[in-house]
């Protein structure tokens, strides 16, 4: 082929004319950086290949990492281990086995997409996420999502979300805007971890985390100010008060002193506010985490004690009066998973109590189905979203509408064993969730949300607005 026929096949002439007259009509100071940037932008992305690798997540857990090939970049995203344990399923899979187990899920989950998936995706626009996602739905055969594994799905779906920005030349959390079909963004009040508990602490407290909201910083940045003063200021009070050996850190980065009550965490808590200087401008919550102590219809609060008093043992209705107790003494605002998965009784007694936030985790499962029932039932009053719980973006985004419909609070997090992938801080902003629960001011996988975070508030300027005090009323349908 001749280079004749070869410009006329292509019209490169006429390309390459257009290029050039919109270069003189721009002004252009750098004539071929704009040329170059204009012909890139008349070739259209089309996906040319999805390629899977396993790596390891912050508990040295193996994980799925997704690059996504276009024609014009390559785009990756990482998701928690597929099928990662959690809560009290977590300790029973320690053992070798278990952990071989785990690594042969992630492998196969590799192959699939290596092979399945890349072979569906090949030639599709990245800018296309509904079509993208069904598409990776469509191959599961179970309908379950257990042959590819959600979040192996979900690491493919953020990677297509990713390119899909690039095309558009918008920052991921507009682009997820686009998506959500919203004018609006919100930068999120930060849930964070400040002391580790449960089955994610090596401590005797049997909840999982408390954490704090700086509802009243004027800016996500100021949030995050004062929310690592806190959490230093606890460190100290805690050298002071337990010695060296309590300032370790769980799986959450929050710090593990030997405590056993809820009261006896929040009361450190406390203190490290006022010593930081920010008495009623930060508000707490907690993650109970109850279903991993739940043995029948009781609450074993003494379940990592070696030797047990008795006492520990607990109904679900005192566990509403511990509650409750802790909502009139403390500054509680939100309680995460206060009863278990599915005693949807209890959960319903004490939310028609109005006396905080209650987010539904294992209740809810990020289950469609199951939020429509709670929904209905009253349940809880808010979402915690996990985006591995569902599978896709286009599904946690439909979760996201659903929550917001019923005027619930949502709060995107993140998961113990995390990798260092910083999309749920897009998904939070872009999809105005008005509060985001990373884990502490610590840890790599951790600080990559919240610097995320902080990067979009810089590039947002004067159009970014903090949730603060209407860090629920965000949710809300705009």
Known sequence: MSVQEYL?????????????NAAVRAKAPDPVLFISTHMRRAAPAVITSVRARQILDSRGEPAVEVALH????????????????????????????????LARTVADAVRVINDKVSEALVGMDPQQQAQIDQAIIDLDKAHHKAEIGMKAMLAVSIAACKAGAAEKEVPLYKHITDLVGKSTTTLPVPAITVINGGTHGGNRLPIQEIMILPVGAKSFEEAMQMGSETYHHLKDIILEKYGSDSCNIGDDGGFTPNISSISEGLDLVIAAIDRAGYNGRIKLAIDVAATDFCIGKKYDLEFKFAEK???????????????????????????????????????????TLELCQVVGDDLLMSDPERIKRAVNEYTCNALVLKANQVGTVTEAIEVVKQAKDAHWGVMVSHRSGDTDDSFIADLAVGAAAGQIKAGAPCRGECLSKYNQLLRIEEELGSDGVYAGENWRTTAGTS
């Open 309 to 351: 008093s008795g006492q520990g043992f607990k109904t679900a209705d005192d566990m509403i009066e511990i509650y409750s107790q802790l909502c009139s003494e403390y500054p509680l605002v939100s309680i995460e998973q206060p009863f278990d998965k599915d005693d949807w009784e209890h959960s319903k007694k004490f939310t």
């Open 8 to 20: 006329e096949k292509h019209l490169l002439s006429r390309k390459i004319e257009e290029a050039v």
């Open 70 to 101: 276009t024609n014009k970049a390559v785009h990756r995203a990482s998701a928690a281990a597929a099928d990662a344990p959690e809560g009290a399923a977590a300790a029973s899979t320690r053992d070798a086995e278990k952990r071989k187990l």
